[in-house]
């Protein structure tokens, strides 16, 4: 059984960074499409960005972090990483990481969604103000 740890989460300034971590046992994450989810109190889970297989390549962001966050993978540490730069308060949310087997065919379509995601970490609180 595949689990899920997320880590690096914490209080930070405006304009400052923070980078999380997914790290996985169990199980290989290279098999895996990865999601990284937030969730703000009152607010619907929201999909902020997805990395296919190493084979695939191809990431996915949600249009408000795009070009403040990126998205890795590091296969030898079984971890997937989410750098995150100009932090602005609106990112305050519990950060969530979630893997996807890769056949059920993520793509553009339909990566943000929940219910495409079968194993989800407990979270990572990230916290951005002055």
């Known amino acids: 059984q595949l689990q899920l740890v997320e880590s690096g989460g914490g209080l930070v300034q405006p304009e400052g960074s923070l980078r999380l971590s997914c790290a996985a046992s169990g199980g290989t994450l290279d098999f895996y499409a990865i999601g990284w989810f937030r969730q703000a109190p009152g607010k619907e889970r929201e999909g902020v960005s997805c990395?296919?297989?190493?084979?695939?390549?191809?990431?996915y962001y949600v249009d408000s972090v795009k070009g403040r966050f990126t998205i890795s993978r590091d296969s030898t540490k079984n971890t997937v990483y989410l750098q995150m730069n100009s932090l602005k308060p609106e990112d305050t949310a519990v950060y969530y990481c979630?893997?996807?087997?890769?056949?059920?065919?993520?793509?553009?379509?339909?990566?943000?969604?929940?219910?495409?995601?079968?194993?989800w970490g407990r979270g990572t609180q990230v916290t951005v103000s002055s």
């Open positions: 990395i296919m297989s190493p084979d695939n390549g191809n990431s």
């Open positions: 979630a893997a996807a087997v890769l056949s059920l065919g993520l793509d553009s379509s339909n990566w943000y969604l929940t219910t495409e995601y079968d194993y």
